[in-house]
């Protein structure tokens, strides 16, 4: 082709290009619009023009992460993506620290920012709906999807994920709040039902489903696969519409997981929105002859679209590209993030002898063992697995940080080649690398509470090697140590450290940053000794059977096993600190390279019930190196009717301190933090009388305590 006759061409497709990237640039980040007389108006115009089998056809997905299309009211399809640590189903992309690592750093402004981050990912990969955050409560430490949830205690749950749902959504992202409501186990999971009372429903597994829709305005919720006593989420009546739409008003829109919908009637009656990824259930040629029979309501489905339609409008995602162009695929913004949420979430849980920090100047020769050592360990395995570019491992990470003096040995196992284990011996440190991986700690298994298979030994067998072995440990809560806790000198958590996982370790090992996480789960001894153990399986004699239609139009029948929740509200360390018995490690422990004191509390002698009731104190660095340490304010109600856990979180900080600095904190309590449900009246309470008021940094460690009387 003539060079000189294509110019003008080109000159023409540069001047499009040109003013195309314009108009993109002027789509950037924003936040949903707040509903209007005019949204509602072009929502109830656009179902005007639908005939009842096109509604019926948007209440299901498409091409297994879209809404369908419907080109005859000129509505595109939108796409979704998994995420709870990064945006999972459109290729490589930054893996962060999140789920039970966001937890352990205890960390809202962190929560936000980490929002924002997944936020412009997924406006980068024109994604609409985020399919997360995921807020299950860490009951049981099997459960294989506590890596991607948060903790076991519904405040902290709650209190991160409202900034987190806020920052995904001022990008223009619609956030995923799931899975509603129970999913707290895997096994079995769509024939299970979780068996509870609405008490412990309401103060445990609840709360920050409630704070996702009445705080942060999520704008969509996913059901679960799970029953909850005996209903499948996505039909269930009292989630749905009593409390979802009903008490919490939720305008959004509510999915299902996919293929979690069971019953097309039941759900188009019961709150559900849209069957995803396909209408196996709700579709014509199950709904149309329920609303010629009377069995659903038109208008039924109309309330569907319109908070469809709603929620799009709200976004403007039908009159802008989802993609930002001030937004990178490859973000190495941030890649900060990231390395930000590892350094914060690795947890210390022991340090005996104050064998760290290493001191890089004095290090020489060092080994690094274990199968999590090498390649980088990001993430547990399923549906919220991200596939990180360059994901950092800990032999890369502690190689950068060390340099090319110091001499680096690595081995997945034992070392037994000539020479390797007087060379373990030799070593100034050993890092022991253990722990579970996408392929043992994953969605739809359940894990075991002892670490895989041979990696008990290797411990064992390099710590009698080498006494200076440093363990890390790769979960998404506690596992089994009772073999060589007590013959290694220091033991480091790591949850799912995300892509700069390697990194963080490497500069948390040498001291380049303190560590400053808290664990937001209880570490039992024995799996024997955690308080759910043995209402774990369900008894095969309470099995029941459920009669349903299959997709195919077939009668089909499941048995459902039923867990109960005879644990009730002793989850965790309700139940250690209410029986007066001591895990391996307490919910809120974690370890630092300086120490942390507290004093000067100031807490009211008496308030009104249910008047905000403000708590200060003075949190003082009393170490030597910069920190952060996490206050934590716990309540007990000693005067109470009812049986109550001897004490809740209800409030924390976390406070940065120079050595020797002091600074004042001031934690406001509202009515909910002295309230119980009262079952029988069907409301909140508080039962007038003395409260205790403990401060601290642990759930066993509150070393501050005042009492307050509510009248």
Same mark, same amino acid.
């Given at each position: 082709m003539n060079s000189f006759k294509s110019? =003008?061409?080109?000159?023409?497709?540069?001047?499009?290009?040109?003013?195309?990237?314009?108009?993109?640039?002027? +789509?950037?980040?924003?936040?949903?619009?707040p509903d209007s007389p005019a949204i509602e108006a072009q929502a109830h115009a656009m179902i005007a023009k639908l005939t009842l089998e096109q509604k019926i056809e948007l209440l299901g997905g498409v091409d297994n992460m879209f809404t369908r299309p419907m080109p005859s009211i000129s509505l595109p399809q939108f796409k979704m993506?998994?995420?709870? +640590?990064?945006?999972?189903?459109?290729?490589?992309?930054?893996a962060y620290a999140g789920g039970v690592a966001l937890a352990a750093t205890w960390d809202t402004d962190f929560a936000r920012k980490l929002g924002e981050s997944l936020g412009r990912d997924a406006r980068a990969r024109n994604v609409n709906f985020l399919l997360g955050p995921g807020?299950?409560?860490?009951?049981?430490?099997?459960?294989?999807?506590?890596?991607?949830?948060?903790?076991?205690?519904?405040?902290?749950?709650?209190?991160?994920?409202? =900034?987190?749902?806020?920052? +995904?959504?001022?990008?223009?992202?619609?956030?995923? +709040?799931?899975?509603?409501?129970?999913?707290?186990?895997?096994?079995?999971?769509?024939?299970?039902?979780?068996?509870?009372?609405?008490r412990t429903m309401r103060e445990i597994y609840l709360p920050a489903f409630e704070a996702a829709v009445t705080k942060?305005?999520?704008?969509?919720?996913?059901?679960?696969?799970?029953?909850?006593?005996?209903?499948?989420?996505?039909?269930?009546?009292?989630?749905?519409?009593?409390?979802?739409?009903?008490?919490?008003?939720?305008?959004?829109?509510l999915m299902s997981d996919w293929d979690a919908t069971y019953d097309g009637v039941a759900a188009v009656n019961n709150g559900l929105d849209l069957e995803m990824p396909s209408p196996k259930f709700m579709n014509a040629k199950n709904l149309v002859p329920a609303v010629q029979s009377g069995q659903v309501k038109e208008s039924t489905i109309n309330e569907h679209l319109l908070r469809l339609f709603r929620t799009e409008l709200r976004y403007g995602f039908t009159d802008r590209p989802q993609f930002d162009p001030a937004d990178s695929t490859y973000s190495v913004r941030d890649r900060s993030v990231a390395l930000q949420?590892?350094?914060?979430?690795?947890?210390?849980?022991?340090?005996?002898?104050?064998?760290?920090?290493?001191?890089?100047?004095?290090?020489?020769?060092?080994?690094?063992?274990?199968?999590?050592?090498?390649?980088?360990?990001?993430?547990?395995?399923g549906s919220s697995e991200a596939h990180a570019f360059e994901p950092v491992s800990i032999v890369t990470g502690i190689a950068n940080l060390l340099g090319p003096d110091v001499h680096i040995f690595y081995s997945a196992g034992i070392p037994d080649g000539p020479g390797q284990?007087?060379?373990?011996?030799?070593?100034?440190?050993?890092?022991?690398?253990?722990?579970?991986?996408?392929?043992?700690?994953?969605?739809?298994?359940?894990? !075991?509470? !002892?670490?895989?298979?041979?990696?008990?030994?290797?411990?064992?067998?390099?710590?009698?090697?080498?006494?200076?072995?440093?363990?890390?440990?790769?979960?998404?809560?506690?596992?089994?140590?009772?073999r060589w806790l007590d013959k290694v000198p220091v033991l480091l958590h790591t949850w799912y450290p995300g892509q700069e996982g390697g990194t963080a370790v490497a500069q948390i090992l040498f001291g380049q940053h303190?560590?400053?996480?808290?664990?937001?789960?209880?570490?039992?001894?024995?799996?024997?000794?955690n308080p759910s153990s043995k209402w774990y399986n369900g008894d095969p004699k309470d099995n029941t059977t459920l009669h349903t239609i299959g997709a195919d139009g077939q009668p089909k029948d499941y048995t459902i096993e039923h867990i109960k929740y005879g644990d009730k509200l002793m989850v965790g360390y309700r139940y250690w600190t209410t029986t007066g018995k001591h895990p391996l490690f307490p919910f809120g422990f974690g370890l630092s390279y300086t120490t942390f004191s507290f004093s000067k509390l100031d807490v009211p002698a008496s308030a009104a019930s249910g008047s905000a009731v403000n708590v200060s104190?003075?949190? !003082?660095?009393?170490?030597?190196?910069?920190?952060?340490?996490?206050?934590?304010?716990?309540?007990?109600?000693?005067?109470?009717?009812?049986?109550?856990?001897?004490?809740e979180l209800k409030g924390f900080a976390k406070v940065r301190l120079d050595p020797g600095e002091t600074r004042p904190v001031t934690i406001s309590l509202d009515a909910r933090a002295f309230s119980y449900w009262d079952e029988p009246g069907q409301k909140w309470i508080i039962d007038p009388g003395k409260f205790t008021i403990r401060v601290g940094d642990s759930s066993e460690n509150t070393p501050l305590q005042a009492d307050i009387d509510l009248h």
């Open positions: 110019l =003008p061409n080109l000159s023409a497709f540069s001047l499009f290009l040109a003013l195309l990237l314009a108009g993109c640039l002027s +789509v950037s980040a924003q936040a949903p619009a993506s998994d995420a709870s +640590v990064g945006v999972r189903t459109w290729g490589p992309t930054t807020v299950n409560i860490a009951r049981s430490p099997l459960s294989g999807r506590n890596f991607e949830y948060l903790s076991e205690d519904p405040f902290l749950n709650a209190a991160l994920v409202v =900034p987190f749902i806020e920052g +995904v959504q001022s990008q223009g992202v619609a956030a995923t +709040v799931k899975h509603f409501a129970l999913n707290d186990q895997e096994f079995n999971r769509h024939n299970a039902s979780a068996d509870v009372d609405e942060a305005h999520v704008d969509a919720v996913m059901d679960s696969y799970n029953l909850v006593n005996g209903v499948h989420s996505t039909q269930n009546d009292f989630l749905n519409l009593k409390l979802l739409r009903g008490e919490w008003g939720f305008q959004g829109v949420g590892a350094l914060e979430s690795i947890t210390l849980l022991k340090n005996e002898g104050n064998l760290l920090p290493l001191d890089p100047h004095k290090v020489k020769s060092i080994a690094i063992i274990g199968p999590d050592a090498y390649p980088a360990v990001t993430g547990g395995g284990k007087e060379l373990v011996a030799q070593a100034d440190a050993v890092i022991l690398s253990v722990g579970f991986s996408a392929a043992t700690e994953r969605e739809g298994a359940d894990r !075991t509470f !002892t670490l895989p298979p041979g990696e008990d030994a290797l411990i064992e067998t390099v710590a009698a090697i080498n006494p200076r072995t440093i363990v890390t440990i790769t979960a998404g809560g506690g596992v089994d140590t009772s303190d560590p400053e996480a808290k664990l937001p789960v209880s570490f039992d001894r024995s799996w024997d000794q104190f003075d949190v !003082t660095n009393a170490g030597s190196v910069a920190g952060a340490d996490v206050a934590q304010l716990y309540v007990s109600d000693p005067s109470a009717q009812v049986d109550r856990p001897e004490r």
